[in-house]
């Protein structure tokens, strides 16, 4: 009887840590998703200049991934740093298996390795961030 509690205690706190991975995820895709219909919309709309989507996505790529590691090293109180770049690694990955399933021509090259590397800093900043404000309150 008391290994059965054990065991379905293990599986919530299992599904609360996969949780408090998933949620940050998410909440960086929409914030994603919200500045590029933005963009869309300003493109569509304006004379933008095109050769500024790149920065545009640069930026985007930064502040989501340190939404994703402030949230998600907020949700473990501790190890900031590690679970920032963790998260950061995360979103770089969705994201890339979302480029390649939605045909795109997708070509590891240097402006990929920049983004890789933005994200890992983004999401490593918003980690230690995260747990600093935790700690904190």
Same mark, same amino acid.
């Given at each position: +009887?008391?290994?059965?509690?054990?065991?379905?205690?293990?599986?919530?706190?299992?599904?609360? $840590?996969? +949780?408090? %991975?998933?949620?940050?995820?998410?909440?960086? !895709?929409? !914030?994603?998703?919200? =500045? !590029?219909?933005? @963009? /869309?919309?300003? @493109?569509? *709309?304006?004379?933008?200049?095109?050769?500024? %989507?790149?920065? =545009?996505?640069?930026?985007?790529? /930064?502040? $989501?991934?340190? +939404?994703?590691?402030?949230?998600?090293?907020?949700?473990?109180?501790?190890?900031? @740093?590690?679970?920032?770049?963790?998260?950061?690694?995360? *979103?770089? /990955?969705?994201?890339? =298996?979302?480029?390649? @399933?939605?045909?795109?021509?997708?070509?590891?090259?240097?402006?990929?390795?920049?983004?890789?590397?933005?994200?890992?800093?983004?999401?490593?900043?918003?980690? %230690?961030?995260?747990?600093?404000?935790?700690?904190?309150?």
């Amino acid at each position: +009887m008391q290994n059965t509690k054990n065991v379905q205690k293990s599986e919530i706190k299992s599904f609360s $840590s996969l +949780m408090s %991975v998933i949620k940050p995820q998410i909440i960086a !895709f929409l !914030f994603t998703a919200v =500045v !590029f219909i933005a @963009l /869309a919309i300003i @493109l569509t *709309y304006t004379d933008f200049d095109e050769n500024r %989507v790149p920065l =545009v996505s640069l930026i985007c790529t /930064a502040l $989501s991934t340190l +939404m994703a590691g402030f949230d998600t090293a907020s949700n473990f109180g501790k190890k900031g @740093l590690l679970w920032g770049i963790i998260s950061g690694i995360i *979103y770089m /990955a969705i994201l890339f =298996v979302i480029c390649i @399933l939605c045909g795109a021509d997708f070509q590891f090259n240097s402006g990929k390795i920049t983004m890789i590397g933005i994200a890992i800093a983004g999401g490593g900043i918003g980690g %230690v961030l995260g747990v600093n404000r935790k700690s904190k309150s």
